[in-house]
């Protein structure tokens, strides 16, 4: 009875965590027994497909919310999605789950990094523009007006390639940043490894952390 309490409570545990970090819940399955980390590592496994689905089935009110922001992110997009819905309804699914996990990621980062948002934000901006031009450009018959649309494009995917690489250089320092942290961590393991390999052989034959009186 309290082995099949405990594998219900770990389970629980699991579905808690795996929505905030898959490594502390990877944390949790290392104090288990062999057998319990078994059955923890496919609740794991079977929860984390069902949390993050590839299609997303959104409420009447997040429906709306995407839509207003894909208006607003992609203004050259919106109008052939909202056709999709009735000629395509799987493609218009697909679209909305992928924009809805961006949406999400974009209010994330603006509370998080602000200026970055600002970049992030004006970069997706530009990007639809330059396509709105394109089109615009191929549908001319006018060389002036064509030629005119060919440098507006130009000077526009300048300022576009600014803001990719001030935005790459930002993940390029974020990124160092973490190998830093790493490096920093592995080395402190390669400090502690008596105290480590001696603390995971204990767990292995059972064994308990320190001796009782």
């Known amino acids: 009875m309290k082995r099949i309490y405990s594998s219900i409570a770990l389970y629980k545990v699991i579905l808690f965590t795996i929505g905030f970090s898959s490594v502390f819940a990877q944390d949790i399955l290392q104090t288990q027994n062999q057998q319990d980390k078994r059955r923890a590592g496919n609740v794991l496994r ?55 996990r961006e949406m999400r990621f974009m209010e994330a980062l603006k509370e998080r990094n602000p200026e970055r948002y600002a970049r992030v934000s004006e970069e ?55 190998l830093a942290e790493l490096k920093e961590a592995n080395q402190e393991r390669l400090e502690k490894k008596s105290e480590i390999v001696e603390r995971r052989l204990r767990e292995l034959l059972g064994q308990k952390k320190g001796m009782e009186w």
């Open 124 to 178: 997706k901006l530009l990007e639809s523009q330059s396509r709105e031009l394109a089109q615009r450009y191929r549908q001319s018959d006018d060389d002036a007006e064509k030629e005119r649309l060919r440098k507006e494009m130009e000077d526009l995917l300048n300022k576009l390639f600014d803001y990719r690489q001030v935005n790459r250089q930002d993940e390029m320092d974020r990124l160092e940043k973490k």
């Open 46 to 100: 079977q929860a984390q497909r069902q949390v993050r689905p590839e299609v997303l089935y959104l409420t009447h009110e997040q429906e709306t919310e995407v839509l207003k922001y894909i208006k607003a992110a992609y203004p050259d997009r919106a109008e052939r999605l909202i056709k999709w819905k009735d000629l395509r309804p799987e493609a218009y699914k697909n679209a909305l789950s992928k924009a809805f």
